[in-house]
């Protein structure tokens, strides 16, 4: 089946800090999506992209579909102590027949130290 | 408007036991599915429910594990004997249909002893 890749698998960073993660696929993907998921929840909806080259921004989150459809990676500006959680990439590919259940990666766990 | 419902939240059972978890998607959601998420990965799909019809279930061990949608609305995942290997975060997620835009419960944490 289709693998996803994600790193890293964790992130220990300052407050104020920049941060950066990525997902890449040995197959091509329709859509990307990114998740953030806090323990004992379900995961959260932070950015979809459709497009091909696509850069789309939800506030200090920024994320890119790859030109090639096999990665994407999401940017995280000016962290926060609420940004702590696990980050997780998904795709999704046209399998048909109208079935469009996402495969995830393993997950980025960020943490934060004030 | 209510989010995804999933009950119980926590169960703990023994090996070959049964068990089951109810699902109440968003109101209006035709789309329906089940993952499992077991701990330090992401979520994997089960199945996929379009109405009460399914559209996908080719991950679903179905020796052992069962899904229904009667009347379109509520889902129900049984899983009949369980294994030790079957303990994991079980996640409904509903949409209105629309690409990407899915919307997940707060899970039901299973734990097989």
């Known amino acids: 089946g289709q693998q996803l890749n994600q790193s890293p698998q964790s992130m220990f960073i300052q407050e104020g800090e920049d941060v950066s993660m990525n997902c890449t696929s040995s197959s091509i993907f329709n859509t990307w999506l990114w998740y953030k998921q806090d323990p004992g929840e379900g995961p959260v909806l932070l950015i979809a992209l459709y497009k091909a080259g696509e850069l789309t921004s939800n506030g200090r989150l920024t994320a890119q579909f790859g030109i090639t459809r096999k990665d994407s990676f999401l940017n995280i500006s000016a962290s926060i102590p609420s940004d702590v959680g696990i980050y997780f990439c998904a795709g999704r590919s046209d399998s048909g027949g109208g079935a469009d259940g996402l495969t995830f990666g393993k997950g980025t766990h960020l943490i934060i130290q004030p | 408007e209510a989010g995804v419902a999933q009950s119980p939240r926590y169960k703990i059972i023994e090996k070959r036991q049964s068990v089951a978890f109810w699902c109440n998607p968003i109101s209006g959601h035709a789309t329906l599915y089940w993952y499992q998420q077991i701990l330090g990965q992401g979520p994997k799909l089960l199945i996929q429910?379009?109405?009460?019809?399914?559209?996908?279930d080719s991950q679903l061990p179905k020796d052992r594990f069962s899904a229904e949608r009667l009347k379109g609305v509520d889902s129900t995942l049984k899983i009949q004997p369980a294994k030790l290997e079957d303990s994991a975060v079980y996640l409904c997620?509903?949409?209105?249909?629309?690409?990407?835009?899915?919307?997940f419960g707060p899970g039901t944490r299973l734990l097989v002893l």
């Open positions: 429910f379009q109405n009460n019809g399914v559209v996908d």
């Open positions: 997620a509903s949409s209105t249909g629309i690409v990407g835009t899915q919307y």
